[in-house]
């Protein structure tokens, strides 16, 4: 596997191999991957008398959450110990021969905010907006804006392509398709559903 450089991006993206849309500012694409923004939906965790989460409740895990939109040039403030769920401006589709991470920015890293918890992967043949698990492990609270740069993509190419790629209708594709920050699908899993 091989990382894309800004060369193959900006071929792939003109190919249409690769789409990010929108893409409005050319800057967005650095050495070896392109900056993404964040968007103007939100969800966080509600306070509930409940004891714990458990996926194999058949309770939706929206329920758990609040979803709310920030009006453009308004801060989101997350603050030190703070957990959200959030999605990417951009809309990313993959062929099936590539993969792509989402990786923190420095400058937001520098602040205490990590932009993905765990699930920076994305597959093959995925189309949609990209889920943001937003942390801050920071001692003060942060704004983030509507807008504003906060993570990176870098895309890499795979051996061969893939034989059943994200969104094939033999995979379990809980997320493809999606337009804004979805909460967890876990209690879908095969092994859950047995």
Do not use: W
């Amino acid at each position: 596997m091989a990382i894309l450089s800004d060369q193959d991006i900006k071929k792939y993206l003109k190919e249409e191999k690769i789409i990010i849309d929108p893409l409005s500012d050319e800057k967005q694409i650095q050495p070896s991957s392109v900056d993404l923004r964040i968007g103007d939906e939100f969800k966080e965790f509600k306070i509930i008398s409940k004891p714990y989460i458990d996926p194999l409740d058949n309770i939706d895990m929206d329920t758990y959450m609040t979803s709310f939109h920030i009006k453009k040039g308004e801060p989101f403030i997350i603050h030190p110990g703070e957990f959200t769920l959030a999605t990417t401006y951009e809309r990313i589709k993959l062929p099936d021969d590539i993969v792509a991470r989402v990786e923190g920015r420095s400058s937001m890293g520098r602040l205490g905010v990590t932009m993905h918890v765990t699930a920076g992967f994305i597959d093959p043949g995925f189309d949609g907006k990209i889920t943001l698990e937003i942390s801050n492990i920071g001692k003060m609270p942060v704004a983030l804006y509507p807008g504003q740069r906060v993570c990176q993509i870098v895309f890499e190419t795979m051996t061969t392509p893939s034989l059943k790629p994200y969104g094939h209708e033999d995979r379990d594709s809980k997320y493809m398709g999606q337009t804004g920050p979805e909460s967890s699908k876990i209690k879908l899993d095969y092994d859950i559903q047995k």
